[in-house]
T-cell receptor, first 111, second 114 residues
């Protein structure tokens, strides 16, 4: 089946630093999504991208849908302690519009 | 607004026992997804429903797993008999067709099979 390669697997950063993570695939996706999962909770949708080349922001978060439709990145600016969690990318393809999830990036923000 | 509700939040059972996980969709949503999350395999889609009808159950691991939607707002995922390798966090998510990509996840059920 389709697979998403998400990197890095984990990140340790200082509060105030910017963060960047990305997802790549050998397959084309029609939609890219970024979710955040806090400990003990389910994933929460952060940003949805629907067009190749699209750049979308949500507060300090910015995500882009790659031109080739095979990749996406998420940037977090000026990180704060509550940014801690696991960030997942997800791609949607086909008429069934099912989500394929990346393996996640564990973000730790050090004070 | 009430989000997706799952119960129980935690379940510990012995191998061979039947386990039933429950999910209540967000009011007005008509698509329901069951996922399993493990360290080894990440988030995997098990099955999803549109308007109470199972559309794709290719992710269901084996016949020990079954899912139903007895009505438009409620679903169950049953494992019978349970095995230790079923230990995982099980999430359900709901969405409003056709915007299936915008899924809202419940808090999950943490299942431990001893």
């Amino acid at each position: 089946g389709q697979q998403l390669n998400q990197s890095p697997q984990s990140m340790f950063i200082q509060e105030g630093e910017d963060v960047s993570m990305n997802c790549t695939s050998s397959s084309i996706f029609n939609t890219w999504l970024w979710y955040k999962q806090d400990p003990g909770e389910g994933p929460v949708l952060l940003i949805a991208l629907y067009k190749a080349g699209e750049l979308t922001s949500n507060g300090r978060l910015t995500a882009q849908f790659g031109i080739t439709r095979k990749d996406s990145f998420l940037n977090i600016s000026a990180s704060i302690p509550s940014d801690v969690g696991i960030y997942f990318c997800a791609g949607v393809s086909g008429s069934a519009r099912q989500l394929t999830f990346g393996s996640g990036t564990q973000l730790t923000v050090l004070p | 607004d009430a989000g997706v509700i799952q119960s129980p939040r935690h379940e510990v059972t012995e191998m061979g026992q039947e386990v039933t996980l429950r999910c209540k969709l967000i009011s007005g949503h008509n698509s329901l997804f069951w996922y399993r999350q493990t360290m080894m395999r990440g988030l995997e889609l098990l099955i999803y429903f549109n308007n109470n009808v199972p559309i794709d159950d290719s992710g269901m691991p084996e016949d020990r797993f079954s899912a139903k939607m007895p009505n438009a707002s409620f679903s169950t995922l049953k494992i019978q008999p349970s095995e230790p390798r079923d230990s995982a966090v099980y999430f359900c998510a709901s969405s409003l067709w056709p915007a299936q990509e915008t899924q809202y996840f419940g808090p999950g059920t943490r299942l431990l099979v001893l």
